[in-house]
Antibody, heavy 117, light 110 residues
Framework: QVQLVQSGAEVKKPGASVKVSCKAS????????MYWVRQAPGQGLEWMGR????????NYAQKFQGRVTITSDTSITTAYMELSRLTSDDTAVYFC??????????WGQGTLVIVSS | QSALTQPPSASGSPGQSVTISCTGS?????????VSWYQQHPGKAPKLMIY???KRPSGVPDRFSGSKSGSTASLTVSGLQAEDEADYYC??????????FGGGTKVTVL
């Protein structure tokens, strides 16, 4: 069965960076995009970007351009999302999600990132 | 990029129907048949309910249906059940490899 297992919660100081991992299993890792979506406390979903693990090509939401880096390691079927120059506005739950026909059919459990001095 | 527009709340009694709208523009909802809908219960990850405007993934009850007219997409939940109470988000592919989400609609089963 398809599973996406994310790394654990993080607490970071303003100005720092965070890197969240997403371990995929149960399907061919290189045949589906991996999306990253975040959700601030009590707020809606926000698309951050995606990667094609087959060739490493990425697309980022304009809002995060220059601050987010999405990578993947096909040898361990894991995708990563790194966000730099963190502020309190980046406090959120970060989800990875498998791409499926311009949607996302399987989601990770979410990783809480808290940015606080 | 502005989020797609959804009503903040909707409600219905058990057995009734509720319809949620999702309004975008010609650059997203109106320009592509790649609208999807997600259900999210508190503290849980979103669940895909509808993709490509009208298609249901395996395992999603046929009480859930999607449609689109122009730049407005809609999700209808027929025969409301208690477990349908959740937040619902629309999403659409947008120009130049972007995705948009709506602000979310909280559905209450009265």
């Amino acid at each position: 069965q398809v599973q996406l297992v994310q790394s654990g919660a993080e607490v970071k100081k303003p100005g720092a960076s965070v890197k969240v991992s997403c371990k995929a299993s149960g399907y061919s890792f290189t045949t589906h995009y991996m999306y990253w979506v975040r959700q601030a406390p009590g707020q809606g979903l926000e698309w951050m970007g995606r990667i094609d693990p087959f060739n490493g090509r990425t697309n980022y939401a304009q809002k995060f351009q220059g601050r987010v880096t999405i990578t993947s390691d096909t040898s361990i079927t894991t995708a990563y999302m790194e966000l730099s120059r963190l502020t309190s506005d980046d406090t959120a739950v970060y989800f990875c999600a498998r791409g499926f026909s311009y949607a996302s059919d399987f989601w990770g459990q979410g990783t809480l990132v808290i940015v606080s001095s | 990029q502005s989020a797609l527009t959804q009503p903040p709340s909707a409600s219905g009694s058990p057995g009734q129907s509720v319809t949620i709208s999702c309004t975008g523009s010609s650059s997203d909802v109106g320009g592509y048949d790649y609208v999807s809908w997600y259900q999210q219960h508190p503290g849980k990850a979103p669940k895909l309910m509808i993709y490509e405007v009208t298609k249901r993934p395996s395992g999603v009850p046929d009480r859930f249906s999607g449609s689109k007219s122009g730049s407005t997409a809609s999700l209808t939940v027929s025969g409301l059940q208690a477990e349908d109470e959740a937040d619902y988000y629309c999403s659409s592919y947008a120009d130049t490899n972007n995705w948009m989400f709506g602000g979310g609609t909280k559905v209450t089963v009265l």
